[in-house]
């Protein structure tokens, strides 16, 4: 049991044993503590399972959390079974669900329900120990959709859980989304649609990969049947879902780029996060050229206003990559535009690697184009953030000492 719970690295476990001492006198030892375990266990009861030797932890009811642990004792009193009650080893993940409600729960990604069939393998290898699983496979073949019930169902086990969309996003912009979101409890972190090997968290965390082949050194199921896909009917939502990062968008953006503020994804779309509705594409009809002129309007509106509406602006992060790419090919002046309120986006909250990737990817289209006056603008930002050698200039916060020469 101890093996068990010290997958949580802020769980301090005293354990409060005596040979001579039956666990009827001793458990008040530990009411000074988050929670009390009490194991009943035929080297640790008392002579006879009556009130004489069990009243004070039948009468208890006092603030802190207790359970009861059968651990193979054949007498104690009946009246313990109407408190929390396990039975070891079959409750072993009830156990560790019991102790998680007794932590600090870092805030995460609350995952909705999906339905679906869960292999038992992500509970052995994910739940029960720390580990890195893969489920692979071609398209609708219902990875995703797996991995979203595995980690609605599984998330009773972990302070935390963390689903990052992945798709066509560079490494360096992953690896630094994971090493700025990931939270210090034991966090079951998901990675929707990974496409390159990435450096990934190692214990006490577990990390789950839908991806078309395994991408490290894990375990991995591959699902070979297909779903059916429900066929569509070419409306606006669909349209614009069609253009969104489809591993992870919010519903506010379709309603904007299809002009409908009460439409629903429909069968195009799965609900991925409760509360902040975030859906996750399931199918969409072929992109065309409106749309994406749409989303990349609606992308830059968000960006160029972000100091009013930053958390509306982040809500968009994850399109950027679609945007650029429609801005770069169609909209140059846009292009410029977006890149320039993103970057200061990123520079205000801290996140200088993010900055400083959008103003690079300016500067090469400029140079590609010839546009001089946006490689001076791009290269005169980036002097801001970048030293000589192209390494990224320490981040002053207000308050940091300036020293005048």
Same mark, same amino acid.
């Given at each position: &049991? ?20 039956? #666990? ?13 375990l009490?194991?009943?266990?035929? %080297? ?5 399972? %009556? ?10 009811? *006092?603030?802190?959390? &207790?359970?009861?642990?059968?651990c193979?004792? !054949? ?29 600090? !729960?870092?805030?995460? $990604? %609350? ?5 679906g069939? #869960? ?7 994910l #739940? +029960? ?37 992945? *798709?066509?996003?560079? $490494? ?13 409890? !034991? ?5 929707? +649609?990974?496409?390159? @090997?990435l450096?990934?968290? *190692? ?50 953006? #379709?309603?904007?780029?299809? %002009? ?14 409760? *509360? ?17 002129? !749409? ?29 650029l790419?429609?801005?770069f ?7 410029? +535009? ?30 590609g184009?010839? +546009? ?10 980036l ?8 390494? @990224?200039?320490?981040? $002053? ?9």
């Open positions: &049991m101890r093996a068990r719970l010290e997958h949580f690295p802020q769980l301090h476990i005293s354990s409060l044993a005596s040979d001579e001492v039956p #666990v009827s006198e001793t458990w008040e030892e530990g009411l000074g503590s988050a929670g009390l009490i194991l009943l266990h035929p %080297n640790a009861m008392p002579p006879k399972p %009556n009130r004489q030797y069990w009243g004070g932890l039948i009468d208890y009811e *006092g603030p802190q959390p &207790m359970a009861f642990v059968h193979g004792a !054949r007498e104690y009193p009946a009246a313990l079974e109407r408190r929390t009650f396990f039975r070891w080893p079959a409750d072993q993940r009830a156990i560790e669900r019991w102790v998680v409600k007794l932590m600090e !729960r870092p805030a995460g $990604t %609350n995952v909705a329900p999906a339905t069939v #869960v292999s038992e393998d992500l509970w052995t290898s #739940v +029960d120990r720390p580990g890195l699983f893969f489920l692979t496979g071609g398209p609708a073949t219902g990875k995703s959709r797996m991995a979203q019930a595995f980690a609605h169902a599984a998330r009773g086990h972990f302070q935390s859980m963390l689903w990052i969309g992945c *798709g066509r996003r560079s $490494t360096e912009a992953l690896e630094n989304e994971i090493a700025r979101r990931m939270p210090s409890g !034991r966090t079951l972190l998901v990675l929707d +649609d990974l496409r390159e @090997p450096t990934l968290p *190692g214990a006490p965390h577990s990390v789950l990969v839908t991806s078309r082949e395994p991408l490290g050194e894990g375990e991995w199921l591959d699902l070979e049947d297909r779903y059916p896909l429900p066929s569509l009917a070419g409306t606006p939502m669909e349209q614009a879902i069609a253009v969104c990062f489809a591993p992870d968008f919010p519903l506010s953006l #379709v309603r904007e780029i299809a %002009n409908d503020g009460a439409a629903l994804p429909g069968e195009a779309a799965e609900l991925l996060e409760a *509360g902040r509705d975030r859906y996750r594409a399931i199918v969409a009809p072929p992109l065309t050229q409106a749309v994406a002129a !749409r989303h990349c309007d609606a992308v830059r509106y968000r960006f160029r206003h972000w100091r009013a509406q930053t958390e509306r602006c982040a809500e968009v992060e994850y399109e950027l990559e679609a945007a790419a429609f801005a090919t169609c909209q140059w002046e846009d292009a410029i +535009d977006l890149c320039r309120a993103a970057s200061d986006y990123f520079a205000e909250a801290g996140r200088q690697p993010d900055g400083i990737a959008i103003l690079q990817r300016l500067l090469a289209e400029a140079e184009r010839g +546009d001089r006056a946006t490689i001076g603008v791009a290269k005169e930002k002097s801001w953030v970048i030293d000589a050698e192209g390494e @990224p200039l320490p981040v $002053t916060h207000p308050g940091d000492q300036l020293f005048l020469f």
